[in-house]
């Protein structure tokens, strides 16, 4: 079966370092993997999405996820971090045998100024 | 243009009562989700509409949970005789086709009293 996780419930990291949220996964086959994010009273959105292709994707907001078949994760990552960035953010993976999405448990990132 | 809707916002009922929960999804939006969220957790899918067809209802928890979708648009979730444990987020999600990136709504919050 299909399963990602998310390691750290919580990251911290002071404005303009760089910030990693991490997500490894197991799938049988090639994986569809994405990054969605909630910030407070507002729906989940979607960051970035991995199909195939370049293992450097980047999305919205200057982020961007490095897929790792090897290790089989697919961290997000910006470069200098900002205080809009607090926010809960999940990884997905599509289950290639069936329609359902399978969603993380959720890392809550701080950013502090 | 308009993002997915949800309605109502808030729902609160007493066990045994029968609820729907209603999703707007973006206009041509060919696929839409279902998914319930539990505090800390990440949405949990719950059934997939391809057009007016569940593709996929796999993830209903019991016979309670009914979801329709008539005419390939709006879509409503129907909980029957519910049960303090359905207290939960409800969300829906739309994409233009199934694989592409999900939008969601910005959830029904339902609780049971």
């Known amino acids: 079966a299909q399963s990602v996780a998310q390691p750290e419930d919580q990251v911290n990291v002071a404005e303009g370092n760089p910030l990693t949220v991490k997500c490894t996964y197991s799938?049988?086959?090639?994986?569809?993997l994405f990054w969605y994010v909630q910030y407070p009273n507002r729906g989940l959105q979607f960051l970035l999405k991995y199909i195939t292709g370049d293992n450097l994707v980047k999305g919205s907001y200057g982020f961007e996820a490095e897929f790792n078949k090897s290790q089989t994760s697919f961290h997000l990552k910006k470069p200098s971090a900002l205080v809009s960035d607090s926010a809960l953010y999940f990884c997905?993976?599509?289950?290639?045998?069936?329609?359902?999405?399978?969603f993380g448990t959720g890392t809550r990132l701080k950013v502090l100024a | 243009g308009a993002g997915v809707s949800q309605t109502p916002s808030n729902k609160v009922t007493e066990k045994g009562k029968y609820v729907e929960l209603r999703c707007d999804p973006i206009?041509?939006?060919?696929?839409l989700y279902w998914y319930r969220q539990s505090l800390g957790q990440g949405p949990e899918f719950l059934i997939y509409?391809?057009?007016?067809?569940?593709?996929?209802d796999s993830g209903l928890p019991n016979d309670r949970f009914f979801a329709v979708r008539p005419e390939g648009s709006v879509s409503t979730l129907k909980i029957q005789r519910t049960e303090r444990g359905d207290s939960a987020m409800y969300l829906c999600?739309?994409?233009?086709?199934?694989?592409?990136?999900?939008?969601f709504g910005p959830g029904t919050r339902l609780t049971v009293t």
């Open positions: 999600a739309s994409s233009l086709l199934h694989g592409d990136e999900q939008y």
């Open positions: 997905a993976v599509r289950d290639l045998g069936t329609y359902k999405y399978i």
């Open positions: 509409f391809q057009g007016t067809g569940a593709a996929d």
């Open positions: 206009s041509g939006h060919t696929a």
């Open positions: 799938v049988s086959g090639n994986p569809y």
